[in-house]
């Protein structure tokens, strides 16, 4: 398998928990940095044909390059089940990978947001976002919610990763709450255990609903180094987490 250069492949633990607005500040921050980032949504569930998508969310909000989709499903399904009832032909991984390399040809950076998790069904043979990502070679970035329940699901992210021989990037928080509950004060010591990678951020909610250039601003604020921001994940542990005994 060849490593794809310059991909990476953004996937939620579950289903609108932040993950646009995550692949949106990953692109502010590496199209501030001077790279040409290009997003591709493979498949676009739950929106009309003259409504914006993810990725056209993600331009708006970041001033990437380009973006574009595979597919556009209007119920908001699984992929695999919005294309049959649409009665529109799905997207399958081996179409996600070609597409993500051609714009990998004429961009520094290409993230592929994908639809709800890792293993949510994009076709009739049961392909999935893990898959696309297998072919590619390209690193996974998982998005997981803050609070009670983000254990679970992002430990069996990770575990599925594993097992298919993907990398995980890490994992960004991808809405903070302003008043953040027991639960998930205690996770930012507890999600990198869970998934056996490190915190790379936490992005506050509503975010998106910023102005752009002050999304692009902040983003920066939000992110870990290794994803080009200043974020500090031990600092913001010692200003939000719970002590001992609460």
């Known amino acids: 398998m060849e490593r794809a250069v310059g991909i990476v ?9 932040g993950k646009t607005v995550v692949t949106a500040a990953v692109a502010a921050v590496a199209t501030a940095a001077g790279r040409s980032v290009a997003v591709l949504k493979p498949a676009q ?31 908001p399904l699984a992929p695999g089940t919005a294309a049959r009832r649409a009665g529109l032909a799905p997207v399958g991984p081996g179409e996600v990978a070609e597409a993500a390399r051609k714009l990998a040809a004429g961009h520094d950076l290409v993230l592929v947001e994908g639809a709800g998790g890792l293993l949510v069904r994009f076709d009739e043979e049961g392909g999935t976002l ?27 992210t990770a575990e599925a990763l594993r097992a298919r021989g993907i990398a995980q990037l890490g994992v960004v928080i991808g809405s903070w709450p302003a008043a953040p509950d027991l639960a998930a004060r205690c996770n930012l010591a ?19 609903a910023l102005p752009p250039a002050e999304f692009r601003t902040a983003a920066g604020g939000w992110l870990a180094p290794s994803l080009g921001g200043t974020w500090d994940a031990e600092s913001f542990a010692r200003t939000h987490a719970e002590p001992y005994g609460g």
Do not use: C, K, Y
């Open 45 to 75: 569930t739950g929106v009309g044909p003259d409504e914006r998508g993810d990725a056209d969310e993600v331009v708006r909000l970041s001033g990437a390059a380009a973006s574009a989709e595979l597919g556009r499903f209007p119920e």
């Open 190 to 208: 507890d999600l990198p255990e869970a998934a056996g990678a490190p915190l790379l951020g936490a992005v506050p909610e509503g975010s998106g």
């Open 9 to 17: 492949v953004v996937s939620g633990t579950g289903t609108e928990i």
């Open 130 to 156: 893990a898959d696309a990502a297998a072919l590619l070679g390209a690193p996974v970035l998982v998005v997981a919610p803050a609070g009670l329940g983000t254990l679970n699901s992002t430990a069996l």
